[in-house]
C-alpha cells in the first residue's frame, strides 16, 4: 500500500456507513480522488472542519492497487473558504466551478496547473460581490489549463490569423472562432466584439475587473461557456450544480427579475 501526501481540495461529500463519509477530492499532485474518511461521522475531532467543502489542505492517502476508494488518513486543513458560504450566488458558482472540475478529472501530468486554477478560482469566488463574473473566469481559466482554450486569435479549423478586432463567428463544438471561409462550413455563431475582448481578458493574466454585466450581457455569457463545457467536457451529458448556475436560479432568488419560466 503506497502512501499519497499532497495539496488537497474538498469538492463533494457524503456520508458512508454510520460513521465514516466518503470525499471527492481535487489533488494537486494526484487529480481527483475518492477517499474514506473513517470515523469522520462520529468523531470530530478526527477530521473536523477540514472536510467541509472547498476546504482545501495537506491530505495523506493510503492508496491500494486496483481499487478507486483510498483511505484518507489525515487531513491538515490550510483554508476554509467559509465567504463561499456566505451567498447563495458564491456557493452556486464554486458548486458549478468544482463539479466541472470533477467531470474533467484532470490526468496527473495536468494536474498541478489545473489545480492552481481551481484554487485562485475558489478564492476568488469566496471573497467576491460579483460571483457570476468570477465563475465565469474560473470555469474559462480551468478549461484553458487543461487544454481546452478557446481559439479566439486563429481560425480553429484552418488556422488563418483572424483579424485582431471586431466579431468572429464561433464554433463551441469545434473548440472557437472561425474565419469566414470555414464559418461557411461549420454551424457558428456570433461572438460580438466585447464578448472576444472579455474572453480575452479572462484567459490572460490581468487581475478580474471587480464589476459586473448588464442581465443580458450575463446571461449570454453563460450561455456561451455552457455551449463550450459542454461540447468539451461531458460530451452533452448534463450537470448538475453547472447546469443549475448557468439557469441562474440562485440570482433569481437573490432578488434579479424572474423570467417566465419561476
Ligand atoms: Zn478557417
Not at 495536468?110 to 476568488?124: I, K, P
Request: aromatic share 6%; proline share 6%.
Amino acid at each position: 500500500m503506497a502512501s499519497v501526501v499532497t495539496p488537497a481540495i474538498v469538492l463533494h461529500a457524503f456520508d458512508y456507513s454510520e460513521s465514516s463519509r466518503i470525499v471527492r477530492l481535487a489533488t494537486r499532485e494526484a487529480g481527483v480522488q475518492s477517499v474514506l474518511a473513517r470515523g469522520a461521522r462520529r468523531s470530530q475531532k478526527r477530521f473536523g472542519a477540514a472536510l467541509d467543502l472547498f476546504a482545501e489542505g495537506e491530505v495523506q492517502f493510503e492508496v491500494k492497487a486496483g481499487r478507486d476508494l483510498h483511505t484518507l488518513s489525515r487531513f491538515d486543513a490550510t483554508r476554509g473558504r467559509r465567504g463561499i458560504g456566505e451567498s447563495l450566488g458564491r456557493f452556486e458558482g464554486a458548486a458549478a466551478l468544482g463539479e466541472v472540475m470533477l467531470r474533467v478529472a484532470p490526468a496527473d501530468d495536468d494536474s498541478a496547473l489545473a489545480y492552481d486554477v481551481l484554487a485562485a478560482g475558489l478564492d476568488d469566488i469566496a471573497t467576491t460581490s460579483e460571483p457570476v463574473v468570477a465563475t465565469l473566469r474560473a470555469v474559462w481559466r480551468l478549461l484553458a489549463a487543461i487544454g481546452y482554450a478557446p481559439a479566439l486569435d486563429q481560425c480553429v479549423h484552418c488556422g488563418d490569423t483572424l483579424p485582431a478586432d471586431g466579431p468572429v463567428a464561433f464554433a463551441a463544438a469545434v473548440g472557437g472562432a472561425l474565419c469566414d471561409r470555414c464559418a461557411r462550413l461549420a454551424p457558428a455563431r456570433p461572438l460580438p466584439a466585447y464578448a472576444r475582448d472579455q474572453l480575452r481578458a479572462w484567459l490572460g493574466d490581468e487581475p478580474r475587473k471587480p464589476t459586473g454585466f448588464d442581465g443580458p450581457v450575463e446571461r449570454a455569457h453563460r450561455r456561451l461557456l455552457s455551449g463550450f463545457v459542454h461540447a468539451h467536457v461531458t460530451d452533452g451529458q448534463p450537470l448538475r450544480a453547472f447546469d443549475a448556475w448557468v439557469q441562474g436560479s440562485g440570482a433569481a432568488r437573490d432578488g434579479a427579475p424572474a423570467g417566465p419560466a419561476s
